[in-house]
């Protein structure tokens, strides 16, 4: 419905992107993409490489670091596209958290060297924020990276956790704190590592879904040199902050909804409601979805202001936390009102597999518990909405 | 008008909460849904301290309890994630058995009770989804038996069987033994317990084999209904008390931002509004366990639409104020939210419910 908003030229990308994906995503694919099976994994791999050679990892970079050079309205598509394909292959922790960091704060050196690894889709990121004892207080991190001047390497030691991907990841970004005895905020750095290097050990967690797709990341003695560090020593808090903002957009929350929305129109016009009508011809249904529609498209439009704001300024804003509650408040709404239609049928594990629709929309619904928590949880961004975007009391 | 639970209430609940807590492993019960185990935790410990006879009078061996205290101990079932066909033997056998053919069913009666019997019903489904009704013939003076049943729960433990059929369109109530009845198909619900869809092909039945009479069958079936359906209540808001209980401990324990996240303001609010929404529910459903009978169908629809959209509502505010260990298998709080999900729809859903209401 917001295709109005974009230029015949990313329309015609839209298009092109979704004939790649036609070839390459097995047919019917209608699979939430999990990278921690082994069969989405290559597939991951095998689109990450179809996406590189077409310098469309990351569309909106500069062609120098592989990108596109094209407006920011291309990396929208790319994502929006991508989740609603329900494709792997999409690697947000690279091309929406850190490659935009590395962009803003990096060396030549690191930009030169990070992004075009990462355009070239031979590599697969994850994120050592939390911790145990520190999840929506980022700032308490005790993971100590201590600093040694003669050699100019840190020595990392600690636990991450909630991890995801890290089972499969080759890089990481990871906040540490490098000042002994500093408080909160201050004595923190933002360091990238290579997952091959020692001392590095990852224990997969399962979750409500029974997938292993996070991980605890226990740090012994890793040593990584001072050209890892991304901005300044002690100083990492900021950067972290940041990469926060590129982050929480929910873009991915919109695609997988619309999607889910879509395929329950679809359902509704294929399976009755009773003897004299199918779901689809029910007054309910048709205002419930019309409501639902309606939420979804001022969501969206949310998501697509807060990462066009990010593009065009600097300054700290609300967009992006307001959007991601949007966005993945709607998605579970959908979800909701799919689990509803489908009523007893999702009481159920496999009883029909030729009917992954049921199963999917339940084990979404499930996964999807944890839009509300990661990237910072819809309270805190609420808290931020009110505090840094309205100015009220702390 | 008298909310208070009484002291014999109280030492029932004890009693009930000594026997299943100690027996309840939400690491097993994640098993059972990897595995398909045969986990059923609760149920042999119910059988053996004699729980079978709850509802049964005293003169035929059982505790004479009323429905309301049986419903109390369901809400300490559900509290503890149990399993097993409790409620199949408690409503639609012992009770019903006894209230409208004790003479004919004494031997029976006896049997569930001592735990020689076990009940099981599929009634849930064919009321609420008004198929699969077995047809009875007569051939020569002789009734036979023919139809399939689908999703009957906890079948390979009972003895018997107790279901809806029709003779010449009319509908009937027949108990027949399980021994002679094949599985067709095995399916699992979300919390990995053994439904079966199974055929009845030509079994010789008698009088023997039906509930009521010809006049009083339409109110048997609203009697099982009605009765089914609070248990079922009572077991999903003893289910949401754990969930209340399980996330109050943790906000409690759990610090950020040097405080317990049980002090932000925000928090209490959330967890205030949960604990508001369960307990309404709660006193709803206590109050309609004392006043059931066959008669009030809208009482028990009420119950199952409130129960619905409520507890519904808990299972995902409870995630969210859990944050990431709540999204966690071993944790065990989904094990609560399948639980809740699952019987959103057992027993008729709130639309189904809503049409009863508003009729
Ligand atoms: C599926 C999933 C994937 C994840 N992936 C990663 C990853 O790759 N890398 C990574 O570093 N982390 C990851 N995380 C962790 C995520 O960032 C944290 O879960 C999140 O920051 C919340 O922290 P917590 O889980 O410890 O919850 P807590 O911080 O303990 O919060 C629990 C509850 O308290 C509320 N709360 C906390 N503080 C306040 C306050 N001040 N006011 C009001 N309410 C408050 C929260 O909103 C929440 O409802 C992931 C989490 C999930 C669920």
Redesign the pocket.
């Known amino acids: 419905m917001l295709d109005t908003m974009f230029s015949e030229d990313d329309v015609i990308f839209k298009k092109e992107l979704n004939s790649l994906l036609d070839k390459l995503l097995p047919i019917n694919w209608d699979h939430y993409p999990d990278e921690t099976d082994d069969f989405h994994w290559e597939l991951s791999k095998k689109i990450k490489l179809s996406l590189s050679i077409n310098n469309w990892i990351a569309p909106s970079w500069p062609k120098e670091y592989g990108g596109g050079g094209k407006e920011v309205t291309k990396a929208i598509i790319l994502s929006e596209t991508m989740a609603y394909r329900m494709s792997p292959g999409n690697d947000r922790?690279a091309t929406r958290m850190i490659g935009p960091t590395i962009l803003k704060y990096g060396t030549s050196l690191q930009k030169k060297k990070i992004l075009s690894e990462i355009t070239s889709g031979k590599v697969q990121w994850?994120?050592?924020?939390?911790?145990?004892?520190?999840?929506?207080?980022?700032a308490s991190i005790t993971t100590k990276g201590d600093y040694n001047e003669e050699t100019e390497t840190i020595t990392i030691n600690g636990t991450?956790?909630?991890?995801?991907?890290?089972n499969r990841a080759n890089r990481m970004f990871i906040?540490v704190r490098s000042l002994p005895g500093s408080k909160r905020h201050q004595g923190l750095t933002f360091v990238v590592l290579d997952m091959n290097n020692k001392g590095i050990t990852v224990n997969p967690i399962k979750?409500i879904a029974g997938k292993f797709?996070?991980n605890e990341v226990v740090l012994k003695d890793v040593k990584i040199s001072s050209e890892n560090i991304i901005g300044k020593l002690h100083e990492g808090w900021k950067i972290a902050l940041d990469l926060l903002n590129f982050e929480r957009s929910g873009i991915d929350y919109i695609g997988w909804a619309e999607r889910c929305l879509d395929d329950l129109i679809s359902y509704s016009k294929k399976n009755r409601l009773n003897k004299y009508e199918m779901i689809f011809d029910s007054g309910t249904f048709k205002k419930s979805v019309a409501i639902l529609k309606a939420d979804l498209e001022s969501a969206k439009i949310m998501t697509y202001k807060a990462i066009w704001k990010k593009s065009v300024s600097d300054d700290i804003h609300m967009e992006p936390s307001m959007s991601k509650i949007l966005a993945t408040e709607i998605n579970n709404k959908v979800h909701d009102y799919a689990l509803e239609i489908l009523k007893d049928k999702i009481g159920f594990i496999d009883e029909d597999p030729q009917n992954n629709f049921v199963q999917r929309i339940l084990n979404h619904r499930l996964?999807f518990?944890?839009g509300?928590?990661?990237?910072?949880?819809?309270?805190?961004q609420?808290?931020i909405i009110a505090q840094r975007g309205l100015g009220l009391p702390k | 008008m008298n909310f208070n639970i009484n002291e014999t209430q109280s030492m029932l609940i004890s009693s009930a909460k000594e026997v299943l807590s100690n027996k309840y492993d939400l690491k097993l019960i994640n098993k059972r849904i990897d595995t398909k185990s045969n986990y059923l935790p609760g149920w042999k410990e119910l059988q053996e301290q004699g729980f079978m006879g709850m509802l049964a009078k005293e003169s035929i061996g059982g505790y004479g309890l009323s429905f309301h205290e049986f419903s109390l101990i369901m809400e300490v079932w559900g509290t503890y994630l149990c399993s097993g066909p409790i409620i199949e033997n408690s409503i639609a056998g012992v009770l019903t058995l006894q209230k409208y053919n004790e003479s004919k069913f004494s031997d029976i009666l006896k049997k569930i009770i001592r735990n020689q019997y076990v009940i099981t019903t599929p009634l849930s489904n064919q009321f609420y989804k008004k198929g699969n009704i077995p047809e009875i013939k007569k051939i020569k003076n002789k009734m036979y038996i023919s139809g399939s049943l689908s999703k009957v729960p906890f079948f390979e433990l009972s003895t018997h069987i107790i279901f809806i059929a029709k003779q010449n369109n009319n509908p009937k109530i027949i108990i027949l033994p399980t021994n002679k009845i094949n599985i067709e198909k095995v399916i699992f619900d979300l919390l990995g317990n053994k439904l079966v869809n199974i055929y009845i092909e030509n079994n010789n039945i008698s009088d023997d084999n039906f509930i009521g009479n010809d006049n009083n069958t339409h109110e048997i079936i609203d009697f099982m209904m009605n009765h089914m359906i609070i248990s079922k209540c009572s077991e999903m808001i003893g289910a949401s008390e754990a969930v209340l209980n399980k996330t109050i401990d943790?906000?409690k324990n759990?610090?950020?931002?040097g405080r317990s996240?049980a002090s932000?303001?925000?928090?209490q609010h959330?967890i205030s509004e949960i604990f508001t929404l369960i307990s309404e529910t709660k006193e709803l459903s206590r109050y309609l366990s004392k006043k059931i009978n066959s008669n009030q169908k809208k009482y028990s629809s009420l119950l199952k639409i409130k129960c619905n959209e409520s507890l519904n509502k808990i299972i995902w505010d409870a995630h969210?104020?859990?944050?990431?260990?709540?999204?966690t298998w071993d944790y065990g709080l989904h094990l609560y939210t399948r639980k809740i999900l699952m019987n959103k729809s057992v027993l008729g859903d709130t639309e189904f419910h809503s049409k009863i209401l508003l009729s």
């Open positions: 922790f994850c994120q050592g924020y939390s911790e145990p004892n520190s999840g929506s207080d980022l991450k956790i909630w991890t995801t991907l890290a906040l979750n797709s996070f996964f518990v944890s509300g928590i990661l990237a910072g949880t819809n309270e805190i609420k808290n | 943790y906000i759990r610090e950020q931002f996240l932000f303001q925000s928090i959330k969210q104020l859990h944050g990431a260990i709540g999204f």
